[in-house]
């Protein structure tokens, strides 16, 4: 398959080579297993071969890609293990950035962050086409990771925005119908309400019941495909 890359200006190659690359995978225009050509890559995007491999060994920090001596760079594959890991670990880091915030008094300031996003994603399942998919999938990242951030823990923060750029590979293919969106979207507005309510033993209920959902959710279209994303 051909893949289409679009022109760079040369301020900084590398950084725009990695968020090309990235978007790609997360968009699965390069998909879990396939092996990235250097050259194709440095062709398409009209680079050196240089900026490719440093975007490929930044990628491949975040968990991306694999690069596999003597035999070259390939996208990453989530087996079923490896998303119920990652979703019990998100699960543990948002109940507890959940009771910060609510220990902190800073319920409203999280719904006031997350508005936007719930407004993009209330629109995005309006529509019957599911037109705009790549916004809902935008607003459901924006609002788990405003909840994390507002515990101004920067160390958690970065593990958070590390993980989540693999939860975001699980997000392209659980939220890729309209009836998935508006499932989802109703466990958000539960999370809300509960946030609204001020109860702990609610928001953590919301948050168990959503992630826990959407990890059975993945798990199943794992099954279906063999055990890898």
């Known amino acids: 398959m051909d893949i289409e890359y679009p022109p760079l200006n040369h301020t900084d190659l590398t950084e725009q080579t990695c968020r090309v690359l990235r978007d790609k995978i997360l968009r699965r225009q390069l998909k879990p297993g396939e092996k990235i050509s250097i050259d194709e890559v440095a062709k398409g995007l009209g680079v050196s071969r240089t900026p490719v491999i440093t975007a490929l060994q930044q990628l491949a920090s975040e968990g991306l890609v694999e690069i596999v001596p003597r035999r070259g760079t390939?996208?990453?594959e989530l087996t079923a293990r490896d998303v119920a890991e990652l979703f019990d670990i998100r699960l543990m880091v948002e109940l507890y950035a959940a009771?910060?915030?609510?220990?902190s008094g800073k319920a409203n300031q999280l719904l006031e962050a997350i508005d936007?996003?719930?407004?993009?994603?209330?629109?995005?399942?309006?529509?019957?086409?599911?037109g705009d998919y790549e916004a809902f999938i935008t607003g459901d990242r924006d609002l788990h990771l405003a909840l994390v951030k507002l515990t101004g823990n920067?160390?958690?923060?970065?593990?958070?925005?590390?993980?989540?750029?693999?939860?975001?590979?699980a997000r392209t293919h659980y939220l890729d119908s309209v009836e998935k969106g508006r499932q989802a979207q109703r466990e958000h507005e539960a999370i809300v309400k509960a946030f609204r309510s001020g109860k702990l033993d609610e928001v953590?209920?919301?948050?168990?019941?959503?992630?826990?959902?959407v990890k059975a959710r993945i798990l199943e279209i794992l099954d279906e495909?063999?055990?890898k994303l």
Do not use: C, K, W
Request: proline letters at 0%; zero cysteines.
């Open 116 to 130: 936007e996003a719930m407004a993009s994603m209330e629109q995005a399942v309006d529509d019957d086409d599911y």
């Open 74 to 76: 390939f996208v990453t």
């Open 225 to 227: 495909r063999g055990g």
């Open 99 to 103: 009771e910060s915030i609510l220990r």
């Open 204 to 213: 953590r209920e919301a948050l168990h019941i959503h992630i826990g959902n």
């Open 154 to 169: 920067q160390h958690l923060i970065q593990i958070y925005s590390n993980l989540n750029v693999h939860i975001q590979v």
